[in-house]
């Protein structure tokens, strides 16, 4: 189910899901005027004026569950990954590698373009960051953490990532703002968003 708040238009919702499928992201076109709903069977469903023949993976046997998307600048591409790393780039979003053939210590939760729109990082939920055509700027995957991260969005030129407990890390050249990691919350954080 899809819900605006402010001055986004909600244009549709899902209402189509199979036996064990279900919405796991959702990416916003350039004109904020549409948007593609992402399944973990790797389905997209476009509404208002998302391209509804950039395709999508739902066909392809998949060895884990997609988790996350990323549409590109453009509106005419996007990713998706996978748990296990694996990386799908359509439309003009261009493939530049994947984790999907390596053992990973914990899964790939989130992708997130670099800005030139050249490469892409993925991170894991112990903070672990690759790089693919972007330039790599740091990550936690050798610390322990409090909590598993659960999001990473971009800034400036890199990320920030955050975790389960408000903990949050800045890999970019923007400053730190602060982390709730001194007082978490009582439910978990699953995202972060940040004003560019």
Do not use: C, H
């Amino acid at each position: 189910m899809s819900y605006g708040y402010g001055r986004p238009f909600v244009y549709g919702n899902v209402t189509d899901l199979k036996a064990g499928e279900r919405a796991v992201s959702m990416s916003s076109t350039p004109s904020g005027a549409g948007y593609w709903v992402f399944t973990n069977k790797g389905r997209a469903i476009g509404f208002g004026d998302a391209d509804k023949n950039i395709g999508d993976v739902s066909t392809l046997p998949l060895n884990a569950e997609i988790l996350d998307s990323a549409a590109m600048p453009s509106g005419k591409g996007y990713f998706l990954v996978a748990a296990d790393g694996g990386v799908f780039g359509l439309g003009d979003a261009k493939f530049e590698g994947s984790m999907g053939d390596k053992k990973l210590n914990k899964p790939v939760l989130s992708i997130v373009p670099d800005p030139d729109g050249q490469g892409y990082w993925l991170v894991a939920s112990d903070g672990g960051v690759f790089a693919f055509k972007a330039v790599f700027l740091g990550s936690t995957g050798s610390m322990t953490l409090n909590k598993p991260m659960t999001g990473m969005v971009p800034f400036g030129n890199g990320y920030l990532m955050v975790a389960e407990d408000a903990g949050v890390f800045n890999y970019s050249d923007r400053p730190f703002s602060g982390s709730g990691a001194n007082s978490p919350p009582t439910n978990p954080i699953v995202s972060i968003a940040a004003l560019n």
